[in-house]
């Protein structure tokens, strides 16, 4: 059934208590978030399965709002979703997804969910959608003038230029690119590090494999050029995967290559995908 955070101060509690039995440290990374502005149960809409005054089954909808191909949507992301180990294969989970689409259908232009079990959710209605990453030429040339550090989010001024520059990013693509998202943004940024470039006022989120960069998201306010960003770094890398739609940064044909992400994407099949080589941005799955 449909809950509410606000008006039941014990519901978050009950229900990370559940998440964690079910996905172990999900719990440590929402109560941290709480200390950075980025709270689970203010951005999360919660759908519960109770038996005997026990709550034993949640699904999460998180609100998201993209521009995909020029246009803006508003999209249900469903996330959390569990049951306790001994009422499984009862039907609750049916029962929360049935309750879950009926609403989004309702309020929302799709939904979508992020799995490497996609079986689970086909009989909903869901469809994978493949994505790609982008392959970019260019010559490693640090710029001395730039400088590049890692933000520290439990210094209160570092925090604040992350969410201010998240909440008035610019779209990193016409193809798909998210709007005015943070906590999603905050929680990731607990395990996966956001360095900022402060001359060109903006984030990039990267990491570094065997001379390989992979740059998984920019956030800036203006249009910058793909090049200035990378040559802040100064780790050496020797090829650069992008790991969003880069039409923002560079001109097409793409290089694209299939992409392999841990979870793939599922979208509501009611709704149709027009970036023909789609990819989520990284720092934002859910």
Known sequence: MFADYASDPTLYEECLTLLDSCFPGIKTIADKGRTHNAYWDKASIPFIVRQNQQLIAHLGILPFHFIIQGKHYKAAALHGICTKVEFRRKGYFRQLMNEAMQYTSEHYDFSFLFTDQPYLYEPFGFKVVAEYDFIYDFSFKKDQNLTLRKLDLDNPNDLEIMQSLYLKRQPISNCFGIINEVTVATLNAMHDPVFYIEALNALIIYQIKHEV?????????????????????????????????????LSPPFKAIKATPECCIMISKDFEMKCPTFRYIESQRC
């Open 213 to 249: 960069l992979y740059v998984k998201d920019i956030v800036c306010e203006k249009s910058l050029e793909l090049n200035i960003v990378l040559s802040a770094i100064s780790q050496k890398f020797s090829k650069v995967v992008l790991q969003f739609s880069p039409d923002s940064f």
